[in-house]
């Protein structure tokens, strides 16, 4: 059975779909609990629960992991998804940007991993994945501290790797390049929001999911 954090929109929800078209058991979890009963509704025929979840709190995505136990006795996969990106000139000093970049991006993910950790390794296997970003392989300007989460996150999946191997438990990370979801709605800068369009966008429609 898989879990998946940020499941309501964009790469989230088409996992969604395309694990329930494979037939598997699913939790799925994020802010808006609205989006996520309207996607568990349109899957027809799929063993999927949602639950309301920030992943900025550790009780709530205890509570998700605590769900799927209690539903289906074990966590196969957990899929930490849930991501902003509010890009931004340093100079800008988006300080309460960046502490929300910290709190999701990075201990969103970490809020995941401590919670489901403990029921993997008492079951002696399990698979924890990421969606990390190129921005977590190069650093461009203007996405600086997206890109410090991202680079967090790659380095927290390894240390996992590392940490857990012996416990048959794997990490992976994903990395994409742009793919136009709703991600880029949260850029409050005007500068980065024009870059976004002018540089990015092209290659994130063609990418479209
Ligand atoms: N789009 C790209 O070009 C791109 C490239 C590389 C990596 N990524 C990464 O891909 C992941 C998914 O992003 P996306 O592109 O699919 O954008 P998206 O459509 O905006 O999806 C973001 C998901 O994260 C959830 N989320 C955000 N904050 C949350 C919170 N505090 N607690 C729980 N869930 C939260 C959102 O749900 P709610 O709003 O309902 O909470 C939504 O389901 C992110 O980690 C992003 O950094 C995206």
Redesign the pocket.
């Known amino acids: 059975m898989v879990v998946i954090?940020?499941?309501?929109?964009?790469?989230?929800?088409t996992t969604v779909r395309l694990l329930a078209d494979k037939g598997a058991k699913l939790v799925i979890?994020?802010?808006?609990e609205e989006?996520l009963r309207e996607l568990a509704d349109s899957l027809e025929g799929c063993t999927v629960a949602y639950k309301a979840?920030?992943?900025?709190s550790y009780e709530e995505v205890k509570a998700v992991i605590d769900m799927a136990v209690e539903l289906y006795g074990r966590v196969d996969v957990l899929y930490n998804?849930?991501?902003?990106?509010p890009t931004a000139p340093l100079i800008e000093g988006r300080r309460n940007e960046w502490q929300q970049l910290l709190d999701?991006?990075v201990m969103?993910v970490l809020n995941g991993i401590s919670a489901v950790l403990p029921v993997m390794v008492k079951q002696h296997s399990g698979h924890i994945i990421a969606?990390?970003?190129?921005?977590g392989h190069h650093v461009y300007e203007n996405s600086t501290v997206y890109c410090g989460t991202?680079f967090a996150v790659r380095a927290i999946m390894e240390g996992l790797r590392q940490e857990h191997r012996m416990d048959n438990i794997k990490s992976t990370i994903i990395s994409?390049?742009?793919?136009a979801?709703?991600?880029y709605q949260s850029i409050q800068s005007e500068s980065a929001r024009q870059a976004e369009l002018d540089f990015r966008m092209p290659y994130?429609r063609a990418s479209r999911f």
């Open positions: 954090l940020g499941a309501s929109s964009g790469s989230g929800e979890a994020s802010r808006r989006k979840a920030d992943v900025v998804n849930a991501g902003i990106m999701i991006n969103g969606t990390d970003s190129v921005l991202k994409p390049g742009n793919v979801t709703d991600l994130a």
